[in-house]
């Protein structure tokens, strides 16, 4: 149940595109930037997975040998699971509207003061913006209604025009013909033609499809964990209670 997501998100996450990294290097909470986070998040899972098929593994013969030393590792390490799952969950509600609204807040800074080119080649945190609004179909960081938009303020503005979004915003537009194309009516008029969903939001919404499935798996493992460790404290009990029966047994043998 961890293994499968991490593979999935290793394999499709289309926002963590290497045109687009430059970007999220920029962005951070204290000393990790979104990079890092974004490429070690599914190798993590699939690692973490395989290390909990491991600790079940040890549990398995722990039971079915009776042997009582395995159990006791299998105990102790699942009730440290189970303590860092739950210090994680309290962080996270309790971190989770400030991450939120840093990020937020950064990539709004970051695009009115580093976006400058309309195009794929001279600047690198402009190109880097430029294939976030192509790959997720957004336009800045907020929402856009028409005249209203995040483009007001950014460097780029000084030498567009009459533009009022950049090409990149409009719908149809490729790495192919951005600069064959004019759409005025959705650059210059933003009345038809332009993406109105921001990208902060995009990229919430496409994180947001693995969020049902991260809150089953995380619940069911949590359940099991419980679980594991009251089976693993119960047979150690019983083990226990049998080589107690066993030794009295083999001193009147002998």
């Given at each position: 149940?961890?293994?499968?997501?991490?593979?999935?998100?290793?394999?499709?996450?289309?926002?963590?595109?290497?045109?687009?990294?430059?970007?999220?290097?920029?962005?951070?909470?204290?000393?990790?930037?979104?990079?890092?986070?974004?490429?070690?998040?599914?190798?993590?899972?699939?690692?973490?997975?395989?290390?909990?098929?491991?600790?079940?593994?040890?549990?398995?013969?722990?039971?079915?040998?009776?042997?009582?030393?395995c159990l006791?590792?299998?105990?102790?390490?699942?009730?440290?699971?189970?303590?860092?799952?739950?210090?994680?969950?309290?962080?996270?509600?309790?971190?989770?509207?400030?991450?939120?609204?840093?990020?937020?807040?950064?990539?709004?800074?970051?695009?009115?003061?580093?976006?400058?080119?309309?195009?794929?080649?001279?600047?690198?945190?402009?190109?880097?913006?430029?294939?976030?609004?192509?790959?997720?179909?957004?336009?800045?960081?907020?929402?856009?209604?028409?005249?209203?938009?995040?483009?007001?303020?950014?460097?780029?503005?000084?030498?567009?025009?009459?533009?009022?979004?950049?090409?990149?915003?409009?719908?149809?537009?490729?790495?192919?013909?951005?600069?064959?194309?004019?759409?005025?009516?959705?650059?210059?008029?933003?009345?038809?033609?332009?993406?109105?969903?921001?990208?902060?939001?995009?990229?919430?919404?496409?994180?947001?499809?693995?969020?049902?499935?991260?809150?089953?798996?995380?619940?069911?493992?949590?359940?099991?964990?419980?679980?594991?460790?009251?089976?693993?404290?119960?047979?150690?009990?019983?083990?226990?209670?049998?080589n107690q029966?066993?030794?009295?047994?083999?001193?009147?043998?002998?």
């Amino acid at each position: 149940m961890l293994i499968l997501p991490g593979i999935l998100i290793l394999a499709n996450v289309k926002y963590i595109d290497e045109n687009v990294k430059p970007l999220m290097k920029t962005l951070s909470y204290g000393d990790v930037n979104l990079a890092d986070v974004a490429d070690g998040l599914s190798i993590s899972m699939i690692i973490l997975g395989t290390f909990t098929v491991l600790v079940a593994v040890l549990g398995l013969c722990g039971a079915c040998k009776s042997n009582k030393k395995c159990l006791c590792v299998y105990s102790i390490i699942v009730l440290t699971l189970l303590v860092l799952q739950l210090v994680g969950v309290a962080l996270w509600a309790v971190a989770n509207d400030k991450v939120t609204n840093s990020i937020k807040s950064e990539l709004l800074t970051n695009l009115q003061t580093h976006y400058t080119k309309e195009d794929l080649s001279s600047h690198e945190i402009s190109t880097a913006w430029n294939y976030l609004f192509m790959k997720l179909s957004c336009c800045g960081v907020n929402d856009n209604q028409n005249m209203t938009n995040d483009f007001t303020n950014p460097p780029w503005k000084a030498s567009s025009g009459s533009k009022k979004i950049p090409i990149f915003c409009c719908t149809g537009i490729n790495t192919n013909n951005y600069n064959l194309i004019t759409f005025t009516s959705c650059t210059d008029h933003v009345d038809k033609g332009f993406y109105n969903t921001g990208c902060y939001s995009a990229v919430e919404s496409a994180v947001s499809t693995y969020t049902l499935y991260f809150i089953a798996t995380g619940c069911i493992i949590l359940g099991v964990e419980i679980v594991g460790l009251v089976c693993a404290c119960c047979l150690c009990k019983n083990i226990g209670k049998k080589n107690q029966e066993v030794s009295p047994r083999k001193k009147k043998k002998k």
